[in-house]
């Protein structure tokens, strides 16, 4: 979803290769010709502002095009045979790699969907992979020699500011990252290396009882939560989380039999503060990340994604969450779970180059209470919190760059008005379990000022909040 339009990849009968693109009425959708898919190459589109950024081909070359669900424009030509794995957004900029622009080394490069704002940044032997954190895109790198040392690398999308943070221990497996709130992990078959994005020596953890699943990490509220198969009984794993700390690493679950030998256990996101699993025999799971909220969730198999290297997620809307799941009499069936309570991530942050101001919402149990709010920035001294019931659609602020704002301009009100502490702020609101407020649905977003973007302010991302049904 680009600022209220749903773009969907399809191949047409009369186009080829093709965009669905739709604001949810019959007048607003329409089918929109897009260059075909560079050979060998699986990048997938980003938002960048009200615009949607592929990486497609333009006379056999790959090409940077961007659209905003009317027309499509070509951004300009890459060198190379393909883009690979997933380009990340920055602030302003997108991060990517290039694979096969001089000789057999990886081009890492950034673009702000313009000609004269895409530039190349360094060149390596590997990147193995990006995840933005914070407000700097990571990733692991080979600088000189396929077989040499791996290294942590991070960028802010320009040459000047792309650097090595930490040299790792050898795997002959190489290493993954997943970042949660506070860490960043890199996760190698045996290790957990914890970084607080401050110092370059981490906190290692050692796997206790077998082989860590890299591929099927997923954070899960503030932990990360991992599946570690047993070296002593083929087909059984035991599910992990950790909040980056040795004594905070621990086992949430029961041994159990994998669902698949082959790919491990995939954690399905379900809201912001749980995931499903699947379980052979046994049907669904749920887990918060916690051995107490680690549990039987239903005697379904809940299906999700086809496609192993686009991101596995539930589809979610309202505090509903929208799954495939597998009845053994009628089969593959759509169905409806409720999330009790749920926060939606809307627009991305912007405002300065290259940064982002990150906002965060938590919702207790209502018979608990309880809304909590945090945000981060690196710029700015005070942070304004808005609140609107949710709009009909965001309001682009063009003036400001690539600034959407997620919050209703003639009818919201000021949450908090708080100055940053370190860069941050928190606040907890208690929230009684009044009839009232069930269903109800709030959009969130800050502001933090004052700072060098074009209006004085930078914005943070969206939030839907759904309250408990």
Not at 103 to 126: C, I, K, P, Y
Request: with cysteine; hydrophobic share 40%; net charge neutral.
């Amino acid at each position: 979803t680009v600022a209220g339009q749903l773009f969907v990849q399809i191949q047409d009968p009369t186009l080829g290769d093709a965009l669905l693109v739709t604001d949810g009425t019959t007048n607003g959708t329409r089918r929109l010709s897009i260059p075909p898919r560079p050979q060998s190459s699986y990048s997938v589109p980003v938002a960048l502002g009200r615009e949607l950024v592929l990486f497609r081909s333009k006379s056999g070359r790959p090409g940077i095009f961007a659209t905003d669900g009317f027309a499509v424009r070509f951004v300009r030509d890459l060198p190379g045979t393909a883009v690979g794995g997933e380009p990340v957004r920055l602030g302003e900029r997108i991060v990517f790699s290039i694979h096969g622009g001089l000789a057999d080394r990886v081009e890492l490069w950034s673009t702000d969907a313009t000609a004269s704002g895409t530039q190349q940044l360094l060149t390596f032997a590997a990147i193995l992979g990006l995840k933005r954190w914070r407000d700097r895109v990571w990733f692991l790198a080979r600088a000189n020699s396929t077989t040499g040392p791996i290294e942590l690398w991070s960028t802010d999308g320009t040459a000047a500011n792309t650097a090595p943070f930490a040299r790792l221990s050898t795997s002959p497996y190489g290493y993954s990252l997943v970042a949660t709130r506070e860490r960043l992990f890199a996760l190698a078959m045996d290790t957990l290396l914890a970084f607080d994005g401050v110092s370059p020596s981490p906190v290692m953890i050692r796997s206790p009882i077998g082989w860590i699943e890299r591929a099927n990490a997923r954070s899960v509220g503030e932990r990360l939560v991992f599946e570690v198969k047993s070296g002593a009984i083929p087909g059984q794993s035991v599910l992990w989380s950790s909040d980056g700390t040795t004594s905070g690493t621990t086992p949430i679950s029961s041994p159990y039999q994998r669902w698949s030998s082959s790919t491990g256990t995939t954690l399905i996101p379900i809201g912001a503060r749980h995931a499903l699993f699947i379980t052979e025999n046994a049907g669904t799971w749920i887990t918060d990340g916690t051995a107490s909220g680690t549990r039987f969730f239903w005697d379904r198999f809940v299906l999700d994604g086809e496609i192993p290297y686009y991101e596995r997620s539930l589809n979610a809307a309202n505090g509903l969450a929208w799954v495939s799941a597998y009845d053994p009499v009628f089969g593959q069936e759509p169905y409806v779970i409720d999330l009790d309570s749920s926060i939606e991530p809307l627009s991305r942050g912007c405002g300065g180059l290259d940064r982002e101001a990150e906002l965060f919402a938590s919702l207790g149990p209502a018979p608990l209470g309880g809304l909590t709010v945090e945000g981060r920035s690196s710029a700015g001294g005070m942070a304004l919190v808005f609140l609107s019931a949710p709009p009909l659609r965001p309001t682009p602020l063009p003036s400001a760059g690539r600034c959407v704002l997620d919050v209703d301009p003639n009818a919201h009100v000021v949450l908090i008005q708080t100055p940053l502490t370190s860069g941050r702020f928190a606040r907890t609101w208690p929230l009684p379990a009044d009839a009232a407020l069930r269903g109800v649905q709030a959009t969130l977003q800050a502001a933090i000022a004052p700072t060098d973007a074009p209006l004085g302010f930078d914005l943070s991302n969206g939030l839907l909040v759904n309250l408990w049904r």
